[in-house]
């Protein structure tokens, strides 16, 4: 450790001129509760925090917190807020104990779920049909916008922690009791340590899509690798440079870095078949959540405060309907023209032949879908942030490339 350095603020650890660390706790911010238990990220990359105590807005600068008093939810202050999740409209959805979920609109606006009988809210995702899943300690239910969905009997676990999709707009759910899949024909399939190669302690904490379409697995046994068919591949601190058995979360950056949050003082990152740890600043412990932020920067959630750290790394992996094996690459054709980028929204595209154009946001949700002809103007209703725009040729010809909305 090179320096310490005490600011106003927040405290800030040098640990090599490529890295460092940023403390953020109750005595050194505003942050609500040192007690973190979640983080989410809107398109304009603010930080939703997720605590004991509240729940804390951070845009890099200023910290804006929401508790009984200001929230309209009389419960936030005293409840543990267990999930939170920014929906494709920017909507946060917060979950909390004792059956809470609210919505809320970012202004004034909150609305409250709570009657419809969740237990401990611990997960809450969005598929690319726009469906909100909510994973809580009774089961799991989904929310199309007017109608919830109880997909109790059919899971075969009545604790789901954890929720993710892939393209074939399968639902994977963690539980205590393994990993269940519902397909998009509503038949599920489970896999535990008796029927499966997962971990012999097969109790599910962390999800995360790979690039390729196979699943990774955090569970309280270890960190599995899975090909979403029949092969799993397992690490442990036994067999591999993890520090501790229970991974808690996980993220994957766009260069395939998985980055995993351990239960004890330190995070992992697994790069060219290669475990890392990595310790957190002070006396932080109990790494709970880890997510990457559009800038590359990796936020955690810890039982001691929210960490934040700056590797100059990669950003997130930004997940496209098709599987593209050769990374993110730019426009190539010389026939297809797009322009401005950045852009307010007001976007030309031209090309030989007609083509479907599709945006999708940095955690995989399709936000428009359109066929135009060989001359298109689209005008995306988008806040500012980071996307990924995609074209299909008539030809089967696919292209893709960031698009930024200022």
Same mark, same amino acid.
């Not at 398109?43 to 309209?72: C, E, I, R």
């Not at 809470?100 to 779920?113: A, G, P």
């Not at 058995?245 to 950056?253: F, Q, S, T, W």
């Not at 945006?359 to 995306?380: C, K, P, Q, T, Y």
């Given at each position: ?157 009545? $604790?789901?922690?954890? &929720?993710?999709? @892939?393209?074939?707009?399968?639902? +994977?759910?963690? %539980?205590?009791? #393994? !990993? *269940? =899949? ?103 412990? $109990?790494?709970?959540? &880890?997510?990457? @932020?559009?800038?590359?920067?990796? +936020?955690?959630? %810890?039982?001691? #405060? !929210? *960490? =934040? ?98």
């Amino acid at each position: 450790m090179k320096f310490l350095l005490l600011i106003s603020s927040f405290l800030l650890i040098g640990l090599s001129s490529q890295s460092q660390w940023t403390a953020y706790t109750t005595s050194s911010s505003d942050l609500p509760d040192n007690s973190v238990q979640d983080i989410a990220i809107d398109s304009s990359n603010v930080l939703w925090v997720a605590t004991q105590q509240g729940l804390g807005k951070f845009d890099s600068t200023n910290w804006t917190v929401y508790v009984d008093t200001n929230s309209g939810i009389p419960e936030l202050s005293y409840n543990t807020c267990y999930s939170v999740f920014v929906d494709k409209d920017e909507f946060v959805w917060l979950g909390m104990d004792d059956g809470y979920l609210v919505k809320f609109d970012q202004d004034t606006t909150w609305t409250d779920y709570s009657t419809e009988g969740f237990g401990e809210v611990y997960a809450i995702n969005q598929d690319a049909d726009g469906e909100i899943w909510v994973g809580h300690s009774f089961g799991l239910k989904s929310f199309d916008g007017t109608t919830w969905t109880d997909h109790n009997p059919g899971i075969h676990s009545d $604790f789901v922690e954890v &929720i993710e999709f @892939d393209q074939y707009k399968n639902v +994977w759910c963690g %539980t205590k009791d #393994g !990993l *269940a =899949k519902r397909d998009s024909n509503g038949v599920w399939t489970s896999y535990d340590r008796n029927n499966s190669g997962i971990t012999s302690n097969d109790w599910v904490e962390a999800l995360h899509r790979g690039l390729d379409d196979s699943l990774w697995v955090g569970t309280r046994g270890g960190a599995c690798h899975f090909d979403t068919d029949t092969t799993w591949r397992i690490y442990t601190s036994s067999n591999s440079g993890l520090w501790a058995d229970e991974i808690r979360g996980l993220d994957v950056a766009a260069d395939s870095t998985v980055w995993a949050a351990n239960d004890g003082a330190s995070i992992a990152k697994f790069k060219a078949g290669v475990w890392t740890k990595i310790n957190l600043p002070f006396n932080f412990s $109990f790494a709970d959540e &880890i997510l990457i @932020d559009h800038n590359g920067v990796k +936020w955690v959630a %810890t039982q001691s #405060g !929210l *960490a =934040k750290y700056e590797d100059g790394g990669a950003g997130p992996m930004l997940f496209l309907p098709t599987v593209i094996s050769n990374g993110l690459p730019e426009f190539t054709s010389e026939s297809l023209k797009f322009y401005p980028n950045p852009s307010t929204g007001n976007i030309s595209i031209q090309n030989e032949n007609s083509m479907t154009i599709k945006v999708i946001d940095g955690r995989g949700r399709l936000l428009f879908s359109s066929e135009v002809g060989a001359f298109a103007e689209l005008n995306l209703d988008l806040k500012p942030g980071l996307y990924h725009i995609e074209a299909i040729d008539a030809d089967g010809s696919f292209f893709q490339s960031k698009l930024v909305i200022q």
